[in-house]
């Protein structure tokens, strides 16, 4: 391999609801592109894989990390063989060969014919650094993807003239009641044809072919989504088990139209447990698509309101108990909490598709910034990346003694994780709380219906233990929230997102503002 022979630090840039990312591909460079649930996987063979120098290359791309000969493109969607992404190579007027890589929910194409020996293999997880713990691979593939499928290309081909165009497309958002219409002039006779169905691990994505003019409504439910269909006619389809996320999808013909019922595992509520998009006609083609994805990991990723990015002022309380002393003038004092990144240093915690510790501070950050523009005196055990003491024992026994009179709330923030057999079986937001105090239950109910209503995450309630030290030693209320878990390919998706991670921390700051408003807290000083 020639010495100056690199592959990193990509240009990019976003317009439309897209990314597009352009690598430089030096003469002799191989490479293989993996889709998965998290984003696009490049493996590179013939050239030195460099660091990056920045990680969010845009609105598609959340994330862009390298480490030995491997390079993922975190995404805030699931990719499969043909959707979410296109791949092209060219080459530019300065004879300089290209990778161009676009991202987009409702872009489909998948690699381009210029790339050479191009097969497809999706995958259940990315991998890059921080290194994921490996998942079990799934039975379930997208639609017309086969296990044998392989996805590899090397530089040095004949480029296209240039890269794919952009289908438009429009991104109507999660509503309790999603409506819209296809594209065109009504077609009175047109059938539904039955749903497409794509599967990845932990996720169902759903396609309906929707002929020109036909309107459709989107209604979560207890027991799935109903989709209201008019302008269009179908058959009384159906099928049963079809995937863990979609047990049944039936077509229930009506007066004008025809309901599709898509059966789910868990209740949807209107910013969880699915998403939609509606997608323009392919070339050729006069159907809009209307893709729907199914999966109860799937949370509230959308930005919060500016004017939501507080918590209201939580008052001062006074130096001693006493009305009386209040009218004498008595000093007034701040609430005070600690607040608890999980691990940090020499131990990382869990490891995914997030690092632990590195999540952890980084929302207990953000909530401390929240609650002290809040009038809160807010204590962190660690404020950067590093531990308390090198002895776990010792160390949260340090985190716990941090929680005595004087303070009125202890709360530990961590992800959680599965091993790769179970894996897909874990994902959501629960909260721990111990006997240590009489309102430490109390406390912990707040800040799980709190983090669960700003995110819509699956919650997996209340967890009551006697074993957790930075709990048990705790000598005021007390609680430790897991927010999400690290080997689950759609909420490591969650993880990643800076949206999430927003939704997480004002919802832990309200639950903590609650608990200190309500005199849910140790007394005294």
Excluded at 222 to 228: A, D, M, Q, T, Y
Excluded at 470 to 486: D, K, Q, W
Aim: proline share 10%; net charge positive.
């Amino acid at each position: 391999m020639p010495q100056a022979a690199v592959f990193g630090n990509p240009r990019s840039s976003s317009e439309g609801g897209r990314t597009r990312v352009v690598f430089d591909l030096i003469q002799g460079v191989t490479y293989r592109l993996t889709p998965t649930s998290g984003g696009l996987r490049i493996d590179v063979a013939g050239a030195q894989v460099l660091p990056p120098v920045r990680t969010a290359l845009g609105p598609q791309v959340l994330d862009y990390r390298a480490s030995g000969a491997q390079v993922l493109l975190v995404t805030p969607f699931a990719l499969t063989r043909t959707e979410g992404w296109q791949a092209s190579e060219a080459t530019l007027a300065t004879g300089t060969r290209v990778l161009i890589l676009d991202f987009g929910f409702d872009l489909v194409g998948g690699a381009g014919e210029g790339l050479r020996g191009l097969t497809l293999m999706p995958q259940v997880n990315p991998v890059g650094p921080p290194a994921p713990r490996p998942l079990p691979s799934s039975s379930g593939t997208p639609e017309g993807v086969t296990p044998s499928d392989v996805l590899s290309a090397s530089s040095g081909v004949t480029p296209p003239s240039s890269p794919p165009p952009l289908p438009p497309g429009q991104v109507p958002g999660q509503l309790s009641a999603l409506t819209g219409q296809a594209q065109g002039q009504p077609q009175p006779a047109a059938l539904l044809p039955a749903p497409r169905i794509g599967k990845n691990p932990a996720l169902t994505r759903v396609v309906l072919d929707l002929p020109p003019g036909a309107q459709y409504r989107l209604v979560p439910t207890s027991i799935g989504l109903r989709v209201e269909l008019r302008g269009v006619g179908a058959a009384p389809l159906a099928a049963q088990e079809v995937s863990p996320e979609l047990r049944a999808w039936r077509y229930e013909p009506t007066t004008d139209g025809v309901t599709v019922m898509l059966l789910t595992g868990t209740p949807l509520t209107d910013r969880s447990g699915w998403r939609a998009q509606l997608v323009a006609p392919q070339v050729g083609s006069d159907c809009s698509r209307l893709a729907i994805d199914l999966s109860p990991a799937l949370a509230d990723l959308t930005p919060l309101p500016r004017n939501e990015r507080k918590v209201a002022a939580v008052p001062a309380r006074p130096a001693a108990r006493g009305i009386a002393l209040l009218a004498l003038g008595a000093t007034l004092i701040k609430p005070r909490v600690v607040i608890d990144p999980g691990h940090g240093g020499h131990d990382p915690g869990g490891v995914g598709a997030v690092v632990e510790k590195q999540v952890a501070l980084d929302v207990a950050l953000r909530v401390r910034d929240l609650l002290r523009q809040a009038g809160v005196e807010v204590i962190m055990t660690r404020e950067t990346d590093q531990a308390l003491l090198l002895d776990k024992a010792a160390d949260l026994n340090m985190r716990a003694a941090m929680g005595t009179p004087g303070t009125q709330l202890f709360l530990s923030i961590h992800v959680n994780a599965l091993p790769p057999a179970s894996a897909l079986r874990g994902y959501g937001v629960e909260t721990w709380w111990n006997p240590n105090h009489t309102l430490s239950s109390a406390f912990a109910d707040l800040i799980q219906q709190n983090v669960t209503a700003v995110t819509g995450a699956y919650s997996r309630g209340l967890r009551n233990t006697r074993s957790l030290a930075v709990l048990r030693n705790s000598r005021v209320p007390a609680a430790l929230i897991e927010i999400g878990f690290t080997s689950h390919p759609v909420d490591g998706v969650n993880l990643q997102s800076t949206n999430y991670l927003d939704r997480v921390a004002l919802g832990i700051a309200q639950g903590i503002r609650e608990a200190l408003v309500t005199g849910m807290t140790a007394q005294g000083n």
